[in-house]
T-cell receptor, first 113, second 111 residues
């Protein structure tokens, strides 16, 4: 069974631009969560989508948004990029429900210059 | 406000000895506790978990301990092996299914 895939793996953007990251969950998984990882901060929860609906949301500004499609693939968008948005963005999938054992993709490394 | 804390950013241990990783939390709302391991250029992978109704769970070389009164979680790795060198994150789950992660502890196992 294929794992969680994320594209692109690396991205360099300029301050003020916007970016879209993509995540394909494991087949059969309906929940996708997004996290931001920065040095010393661990993984900060952004949001979770289940059956195309946002089910949980973290404490990030409205510049961070996401969506999920009917095939469970998910995209995350960051508008008006700031230097502090440079981070590793990870997505994770589960079957749904209160399944805490999440399967992570390799992440997208975003650098904002 | 960081509700989950891993106060040791790094840990060096000799091969064959015990590695003990610690995680403290401030809120009693968490009811499921997990450890993840992360290698460079890879996403975290699930290692072991424990529910709030237990105080110990063992899986091979890995044992997780939960002290709810002290709001303390720990992971023991015995014996430590070079392949255990990685970053370890504790993650705490609430009743809404959200996970909160600690900042991670870098473990280095030396020969």
């Amino acid at each position: 069974k294929a794992g969680v895939t994320q594209t692109p793996r690396y991205l360099i953007k300029t301050r003020g631009q916007q970016v879209t990251l993509s995540c394909s969950p494991i087949s059969g998984h309906r929940s996708v969560s997004w996290y931001q990882q920065t040095p010393g901060q661990g993984l900060q929860f952004l949001f979770e989508y289940f059956s195309e609906t946002q089910r949980n949301k973290g404490n990030f500004p409205g510049r961070f948004s996401g969506r999920q499609f009917s095939n469970s693939r998910s995209e995350m968008n960051v508008s008006t990029l700031e230097l502090g948005d440079s981070a590793l963005y990870l997505c994770a999938s589960t079957r749904g429900g209160q399944n805490y054992e999440q399967y992570f993709g390799p992440g997208t490394r975003l650098t904002v210059t | 406000d960081q509700q989950v804390k891993q106060n040791s950013p790094s840990l060096s241990v000799q091969e064959g000895r015990i590695s003990i990783l610690n995680c403290d939390y401030t809120n009693s709302m968490f009811d499921y506790f997990l450890w993840y391991k992360k290698y460079p250029a890879e996403g975290p992978t699930f290692l072991i978990s424990i529910s709030s109704i237990k105080d110990k769970n063992e899986d091979g070389r890995f044992t997780v301990f939960l002290n709810k009164s002290a709001k303390h979680l720990s992971l023991h790795i015995v014996p430590s092996q070079p392949g255990d060198s990685a970053v370890y994150f504790c993650a705490l789950g609430d009743s809404w299914g959200k996970l909160q992660f600690g900042a991670g502890t870098q473990v280095v196992v030396t020969p």
